[in-house]
């Protein structure tokens, strides 16, 4: 069975830009988490969605907003790109609430 | 705020020992914890999990201890192949949001010497 997958693998983008995070979750799984993981750092918590519903949301700013599609399915956008959102954006799937999580690779967005 | 933190932010081990991994957290309402295992250039994997009514938990070479007490836990790998070089993460939830809102600590880096 293919795990999470998430494109692109690698972005560039400049500041004051917006982009877009794909992430298709592993088969059967409906809850999609997103963390932001900087260099050197443990993956820090952005939003949590279950059966397209927001169940979570880190701290982040309002420049940041996700959702959940009726496959499962998730996107994560980011509005008007700062220097620090450079980091690698993880997609994680899980059955259920209660289940672990299992990551993708992430998406590496690099900000110029 | 709450807060998740490695001991040791590296460790180094010979090919063969048990190595041990250690992990405090700060919120007591914390109720599931888990531990991934980090290799450069991929995603976290998961090794195991425990919730907070067990203190321990075994899987294939990997022991997790839970200490609510000191709200510490710890990550036990029997035989420690090279393979098991990488970073190792802990994580709590925030309490009640089952396996979910996870905060990770900073990691350990672990090298295994052939």
């Known amino acids: 069975d293919a795990g999470v997958t998430q494109s692109p693998t690698h972005l560039i983008k400049t500041r004051g830009q917006q982009v877009t995070l794909r992430c298709s979750p592993i088969s059967g799984h409906k809850s999609v988490s997103w963390y932001q993981q900087v260099l050197g750092q443990g993956p820090q918590f952005i939003f949590q969605y279950y059966e397209k519903e927001e169940r979570g949301r880190g701290n982040f700013p309002d420049r940041f907003s996700a959702r959940q599609f009726p496959n499962y399915s998730s996107e994560l956008n980011v509005n008007a790109l700062l220097l620090g959102d450079s980091a690698l954006y993880l997609c994680?799937?899980?059955?259920?609430?209660?289940?672990?999580?299992?990551f993708g690779d992430g998406t590496r967005l690099s900000i110029l | 705020g709450e807060s998740v933190g490695l001991h040791l932010p590296t460790l180094s081990v010979q090919e063969g020992d048990n190595s041990i991994i250690n992990c405090a957290y700060s919120?007591?309402?914390?109720?599931?914890f888990i531990w991934y295992k980090q290799e450069s250039g991929k995603g976290p994997q998961f090794i195991i999990d425990i919730r907070s009514n067990m203190d321990k938990r075994q899987g294939q070479r990997v022991t997790v201890l839970l200490n609510k007490t000191v709200k510490h836990l710890s990550l036990q790998i029997a035989a420690t192949q090279p393979g098991d070089s990488a970073v190792y993460f802990c994580?709590?939830?925030?309490?009640?949001?089952?396996?979910?809102?996870?905060?990770f600590g900073t990691g350990t880096r672990l090298t295994v010497i052939p």
């Open positions: 994580a709590a939830n925030r309490g009640g949001t089952g396996a979910n809102n996870l905060f």
């Open positions: 994680a799937s899980s059955t259920l609430d209660t289940s672990p999580q299992h």
């Open positions: 919120n007591s309402a914390s109720d599931y």
